[in-house]
């Protein structure tokens, strides 16, 4: 099996969503301790975005390859801000605690 075929958009939400309460979990607790759930915390926030960013390449590449029918539009709007939430949130908030 090819990682490309074995990557797909339910795995890519499903992994997403769960970094995401992962790292909503972790949040308070870095908060009052940071050194010892800084890298928990951002190992979450980088599987969050990494998923994000997957969603929108694999919805992207859906989009461009294959004619959908206009009862699919909807749902690839919402897999498209869904996407972009999941992306964009948590890679600035690596931004402001890694500095890059």
């Given at each position: ?53 997957s ?26 801000a ?11 908030a ?7």
């Amino acid at each position: 099996m090819k990682l490309v075929s074995a990557w797909t958009l339910r795995r890519a939400t499903g992994t997403g969503i769960f970094a995401a309460c992962a790292a909503l979990l972790l949040w308070p607790v870095y908060a009052a301790i940071s050194r010892t759930a800084e890298i928990p915390f951002e190992i979450a926030l980088f599987v969050t975005a990494i998923s994000g960013l997957s969603m929108l390449v694999i919805t992207l590449a859906d989009l461009l390859t294959t004619d959908r029918g206009s009862r699919l539009r909807p749902v690839r709007a919402f897999d498209i801000a869904l996407g972009l939430i999941l992306a964009a949130l948590p890679a600035m908030a690596l931004k402001g605690l890694t500095g890059w």
